[in-house]
């Protein structure tokens, strides 16, 4: 834990490796075994809180005008927030943090 109270990956994974040399992993650790680009296999220990099962977002694809407000938007100001943002969104068809 860090000294704002969450967990970091890096604590977690020094955490999991200390308990390596015992039977049982604590309840955040994960290990998985993978194959190397030579065909060795090896286990690393990683902290569950990766979410590693949770299939990836789709990637958005634009339209090319949409790509073009948004560029031209970027290159006006590169923070779009607000009621600007939310305008942005609803001319262009898409989410505020597609905007973002």
Do not use: H, W
């Not at 290990?31 to 296999?41: C, E, M, P, Q």
């Amino acid at each position: 834990k860090d000294q704002q109270g969450t967990f970091s990956a890096s604590a977690a994974t020094e955490d999991c490796n200390k308990s390596k040399s015992s039977s049982a992993d604590p309840d955040y650790c994960r290990r998985i075994l993978v194959r190397d680009a030579k065909g060795s296999i090896r286990e690393i220990i990683l902290p569950k809180g990766l979410d590693l099962d949770r299939p990836k977002r789709t990637r958005t694809s634009f339209t090319a005008e949409q790509l073009y407000r948004l560029e031209m938007e970027f290159q006006r100001c590169q923070y779009v927030v607000g009621r600007e943002r939310t305008e942005l969104a609803r001319q262009l068809n898409l989410s505020e943090t597609q905007v973002a």
